[in-house]
Nanobody, 127 residues
Framework: QVQLVESGGGLMQAGASLRLSCAASGRTFSTIAMGWFRQAPGKEREVVAAISRHGRSQYYVKSVLGRATISKDNTKNTMYLQMNSLKPEDTAAYYC????????????????????WGQGTQVTVSS
């Protein structure tokens, strides 16, 4: 069992930066691949970024490429999402997720690939 707790959301102005954190417990952090997803009202949950269990491989959805950085500190059992140049279309509930991958290089980008989810943190970007 893995417990995930997100933090760092809030109300931001367009162009601002934010850092989301996801603290994990319950399993050795270096054995799990992780990701950030978001879901806007009326839309499906989509992947924002994913990171392999060792942290050396990353994936970004096209809409955040160049603006976001996902990272994973296996000594602190915490994953981060740094997002810069925020846009109103980034407004959504953001969720972190953990998947029990078998390979160090696995990048999990689909919701069904994840086993555990956080409760979500709201990010609202005003224009």
């Amino acid at each position: 069992q893995v417990q995930l707790v997100e933090s760092g959301g809030g109300l931001m102005q367009a162009g601002a930066s934010l850092r989301l954190s996801c603290a994990a417990s319950g399993r050795t952090f270096s054995t799990i691949a992780m990701g950030w997803f978001r879901q806007a009202p009326g839309k499906e949950r989509e992947v924002v970024a994913a990171i392999s269990r060792h942290g050396r491989s990353q994936y970004y959805v096209k809409s955040v490429l160049g603006r976001a950085t996902i990272s994973k500190d296996n000594t602190k059992n915490t994953m981060y999402l740094q997002m810069n140049s925020l846009k109103p279309e980034d407004t959504a509930a953001y969720y972190c997720a953990a998947g029990l991958s078998s390979k160090d290089t696995d990048l999990l980008i689909a919701t069904h690939q994840y086993d555990y989810w956080g409760q979500g943190t709201q990010v609202t970007v005003s224009s």
